[in-house]
């Protein structure tokens, strides 16, 4: 069974940082697609960050040069370092992961990514 827990939310004045993990277990593929969703209170769902198992990352513009998306490999831990946030920041945090296409990228839509954890609250005060 794959599982995917999200852990290290909480709530943080504007200008703070966090780090939010995912530690993800029963996942037996090799190339894989992981991603950091978002949502904010009476928004749709957005896309945050993208990592892939041979390295290659990409952020929202939002998000970019405040936020850092990385692995550790040998815990199978996904990781969302936050930085300089701002109120506007403030939701529920997902990871999900997914199987990466052969011989193409990994796709920012929802539907790359089969299996999600159970979201995270983040809450950035001004």
């Known amino acids: 069974e794959v599982q995917l827990v999200e852990s290290g939310g909480g709530s943080v004045q504007a200008g703070g940082s966090l780090n939010v993990s995912c530690a993800i277990s029963?996942?037996?593929?090799?190339?894989?697609?992981m991603r950091w969703f978002r949502q904010a209170p009476g928004k749709q769902r957005e896309g945050v960050a993208l990592?892939?198992?041979?390295?290659?990352?990409s952020y929202e513009d939002s998000v970019k040069g405040r936020f850092t998306i990385s692995q550790d490999n040998a815990k199978s831990i996904m990781y969302l370092q936050m930085n300089s946030l701002q109120p506007e920041d403030t939701a529920t945090y997902y990871c999900?992961?997914?199987?990466?296409?052969?011989?193409?990228?990994?796709?920012?839509?929802?539907?790359?990514?089969?299996?999600w954890g159970q979201g995270i609250e983040v809450t950035v005060a001004s």
């Open positions: 999900a992961v997914g199987r990466k296409p052969t011989g193409t990228t990994c796709r920012r839509e929802e539907w790359q990514y089969k299996y």
């Open positions: 029963g996942y037996g593929v090799t190339a894989v697609c």
């Open positions: 990592l892939d198992s041979y390295g290659s990352l």
